[in-house]
């Protein structure tokens, strides 16, 4: 075999310049094709990221009717004791995280505007989201229930048990109803079981939200204000299960659903609670998917192009090689370890490129501005393009173009195995 | 009565081109026999069919009638693959376009035939070695094709070809790009590997100098053996 393989190595290079060039256009589609696929994949999983952190969770228990019906009638009963049972289901879950969460409308001196009004543990939120570090101004409320948030009532005094009445809201929201820190917002709904809910709350901080939709509508309160204002003690709209490793959501979805069948709770994934999104992203990927293609068909042209002159360029050797007792089978071994090999090394060269380039994105990321930074901002996305470093893309890459190796070099194997000695010997 | 071995054995073997459209008699009930340590010239003019007759001879082409037997087996019944395997062990070749393998060196050129018999490594060099330095190419033994003269690509070639230890060895108008003095080294060379060793050698030529140097000389016409002369060695 090493005979084979020096041989093989050798004649690539018998013509330097033209096998550099091969290389090079491989080279250069790989880094071309991951790197669409890098600031496809980087965009959506920040979106996904910002999604499940922020808005569902990667895992969310909740209520079998609250889909169907999201309003705080459909919380369910939460407490030391249920989480505790919660955290048993799987040792992957790091940690559960309670949410009340309606929508009501937040009115100030100027005007209206519909607000999705979450009851929060921010501690608990810091670990999954870093909601505290999102904070842009002024100070998040007090917290100082360091357990399941159900004790609402020991948190603080005052007439409603719970004071001072503080909100923290999203920067988009803020600016559209011109709130600041001191001002004092108006919260009007309904609670459980219509139930009359309304509070006023002081604005004590401004958050800055990563995913724009919520960044134009988000008010935060403490759980148990929360619970307090729309008549659910000790209810939970959803209990958000932080897993250890983010490969472990479907291991730990399938388990909990298993322990919570029977009940009127059920379990869902970020996937099944966001599917427009999923939709979305697929959607997405299809494109660069399709570019991609485009990208290698053209490449494997020119490839086969190089392949095709080299197979006719050489019909006379090959003739010889067969005359002096070759078998066509090692011939065609040498001829697809030689294409192989002008693949191999313009894989590796485009794995380096791309490597190179995609660590200085990390390092740099794209900032877009102007009308393209606004209508990626419309769909929700952060200005920036993000690049992901995800080894299966630089593998899959790997793989297309061995197939294409293979498949171009059933050409050269296939004129080989039909090769009429005489006439290449002549040729 | 010849005493000497049979090496090949042709019997009424004929090959026509284009059977369907216009057919053309490369070669006409062609039967001739080879013995062992034979230093013979295939000659004639072009287009006599000296070429097709060692192509049906080396197993590479197939007669369209006839029978070629080497060694007492019948090659023309053999499969492809069987007839591979037998070139390999049995027949040498020479090309008139050398056509040694480019991103070879000599030593490579000739160990490669060896390498493909599944020889021991040990002999594949040291055979390599001592076929250069008899060809006189010990200078020139990790050079490549495109470092080296016709002459010496030509003298690789032999010494690829007896690398395997064949039978017999084929030389397609080996001398015809070559210089006079190369072309008379490499008769020589060949003669004495005919002499010392008994190797049987086989050319199709029309170049005077290797007819000079033959024991048997055979024409051909028009796809069929005119006369067959054996002279005094």
């Known amino acids: 075999m090493k005979t084979y393989l020096i041989l093989a190595w050798r004649n690539c290079w018998r013509n330097r310049r033209r096998t550099w060039i091969t290389i090079s256009a491989i080279a250069f589609a790989v880094l071309l094709s991951i790197l669409m696929q890098s600031l496809n994949r980087g965009s959506h999983d920040l979106l996904v990221e910002n999604m499940a952190r922020y808005s569902t969770g990667y895992l969310q228990i909740r209520d079998v009717r609250f889909e169907d019906d999201p309003s705080p009638d459909n919380a369910f009963e939460y407490g030391d004791a249920i989480e505790?049972?919660?955290?048993?289901?799987?040792?992957?879950?790091?940690?559960?995280?309670?949410?009340?969460?309606?929508?009501?409308?937040?009115?100030?001196?100027?005007?209206?505007?519909?607000?999705?009004?979450?009851?929060?543990?921010?501690?608990?939120?810091?670990?999954?989201?870093?909601?505290?570090?999102?904070?842009?101004?002024?100070?998040?409320?007090?917290?100082?229930?360091?357990?399941?948030?159900?004790?609402?009532?020991?948190?603080?005094?005052?007439?409603?048990?719970?004071?001072?009445?503080?909100?923290?809201?999203?920067?988009?929201?803020?600016?559209?109803?011109?709130?600041?820190?001191?001002?004092?917002?108006?919260?009007?709904?309904?609670?459980?079981?219509?139930?009359?809910?309304s509070g006023l709350f002081v604005v004590s901080g401004i958050v800055k939200l990563p995913v724009v939709e919520m960044d134009r509508q988000t008010v935060y309160l403490s759980l148990p204000q929360a619970r307090y204002l729309l008549s659910a003690e000790e209810h939970v709209t959803s209990l958000l299960l932080l897993p250890r490793h983010k490969r472990d959501t479907d291991d730990i979805a399938q388990t909990v659903r298993t322990k919570l069948a029977g009940t009127e709770l059920t379990v869902a994934t970020w996937e099944e609670l966001m599917p427009d999104l999923l939709e979305f992203i697929k959607f997405d990927m299809a494109g660069s998917y399709v570019l991609s293609i485009i990208l290698y068909v053209v490449i494997g042209f020119g490839f086969f192009g190089t392949v095709l002159t080299l197979t006719l360029e050489r019909r006379r050797e090959f003739g010889v090689l067969l005359s002096v007792g070759l078998k066509r089978r090692l011939l065609s071994l040498i001829i697809f370890l030689e294409t192989l090999m002008v693949s191999v090394t313009g894989v590796l060269i485009g794995w380096l490129l791309t490597t190179g380039v995609l660590l200085y994105f990390v390092q740099n990321p794209i900032q877009l501005t102007g009308d393209l930074a606004e209508s990626i901002m419309d769909y929700g996305w952060e200005p920036i393009l993000p690049v992901s470093l995800d080894p299966g893309m630089f593998l899959s890459q790997g793989l297309i173009v061995f197939f294409l190796a293979v498949g171009i070099s059933l050409y050269p194997m296939a004129k080989i195995a039909r090769l009429k000695i005489i006439e290449a010997s002549r040729s | 009565m010849n005493k000497k071995k049979e090496v090949i054995r042709t019997e009424s073997v004929s090959k026509v081109y284009n059977p369907d459209t216009i057919p053309v008699h490369a070669l006409r009930e062609v039967s001739v026999r080879f013995d062992e340590g034979e230093f013979t010239s295939i000659v004639g003019p072009s287009g006599s069919g000296k070429t097709t007759l060692l192509n049906m001879i080396g197993g590479l082409d197939e007669p369209s009638s006839g029978q070629v037997f080497v060694h007492g087996q019948e090659i023309t019944a053999m499969s492809d693959r069987e007839r591979v395997a037998f070139r390999l062990e049995h027949i040498g070749f020479v090309f008139q376009y050398f056509n040694l393998i480019p991103v070879f060196t000599a030593r490579e050129n000739v160990s490669f035939v060896m390498f493909l018999q599944h020889r021991p490594e040990r002999e594949i060099r040291e055979r390599a070695e001592q076929l250069l330095v008899e060809m006189g190419l010990e200078e020139k033994m990790d050079s490549r094709p495109a470092e080296m003269s016709g002459g010496e690509q030509q003298r690789v070639a032999v010494a690829r070809a007896l690398a395997s230890r064949p039978s017999f060895i084929l030389a397609d108008e080996p001398t015809a790009n070559l210089d006079t003095v190369s072309a008379m080294n490499l008769l020589d060379m060949m003669a004495r590997m005919n002499r010392e060793e008994g190797v049987t050698f086989i050319f199709s030529t029309h170049d005077q100098r290797v007819i000079d140097r033959a024991r048997r000389v055979i024409r051909m016409v028009d796809g069929a053996v005119e006369s067959d002369e054996f002279r005094e060695g």
């Open chain 1, 84 to 197: 505790k049972e919660v955290l048993a289901m799987h040792p992957d879950v790091r940690m559960v995280i309670p949410r009340i969460q309606t929508f009501m409308l937040a009115a100030d001196d100027e005007g209206t505007k519909g607000a999705l009004v979450m009851g929060v543990d921010p501690e608990r939120e810091q670990v999954l989201n870093g909601l505290m570090d999102q904070l842009v101004e002024g100070r998040f409320f007090s917290w100082k229930d360091g357990g399941s948030g159900n004790d609402g009532g020991s948190v603080n005094d005052g007439s409603s048990g719970i004071e001072p009445s503080e909100a923290v809201v999203s920067a988009g929201l803020a600016e559209r109803m011109e709130l600041a820190p001191g001002d004092t917002l108006a919260l009007i709904g309904q609670g459980r079981f219509g139930m009359s809910a």
